[in-house]
């Protein structure tokens, strides 16, 4: 049975940094493409960084490029996000994710890309 957990999130002031985990079971971590989302209530839930099996691929939009980097310890079923300068705008539950490669098409391709799903971690930022 695959599981994904994650944790991490919070309520922070805007300017604040944040790290989330993902820890993953139940299946062989590094064989999977593994990706955070976020979805804020009311809106789609969208890919802000996803990272190939063995890290040699990332992809993070445009539009927190800056502040969000991810990261994965295979050797802990892992996977990070790190979030600086949160704005408000960051506010959202947080989702880590899986799938099957070939990483160089899942990567940035969105939900339907993904097969596992965690429970969310809710990150909520005030200005």
């Known amino acids: 049975q695959v599981t994904l957990v994650e944790s991490g999130g919070g309520s922070v002031q805007a300017g604040g940094s944040l790290r989330l985990s993902c820890i993953g079971s139940?299946?062989?971590?590094?064989?999977?493409?593994m990706a955070w989302f976020r979805q804020p209530p009311g809106w789609t839930r969208d890919e802000v960084a996803s990272?190939?099996?063995?890290?040699?691929?990332?992809f993070v939009p445009g539009y927190v490029k800056a502040r969000f980097t991810v990261s994965r310890d295979n050797a802990k079923n892992a996977l990070y996000l790190q979030i600086h300068n949160l704005k408000p705008e960051d506010s959202a539950t947080y989702y880590c994710?899986?799938?099957?490669?070939?990483?160089?098409?899942?990567?940035?391709?969105?939900?339907?890309?993904?097969?596992?799903w965690g429970q969310g971690t809710q990150v909520t930022v005030s200005s």
């Open positions: 994710a899986a799938a099957r490669g070939p990483c160089a098409v899942v990567l940035g391709a969105g939900e339907k890309a993904y097969t596992y």
């Open positions: 139940g299946y062989t971590f590094s064989d999977y493409c």
């Open positions: 990272i190939s099996t063995f890290s040699g691929t990332t």
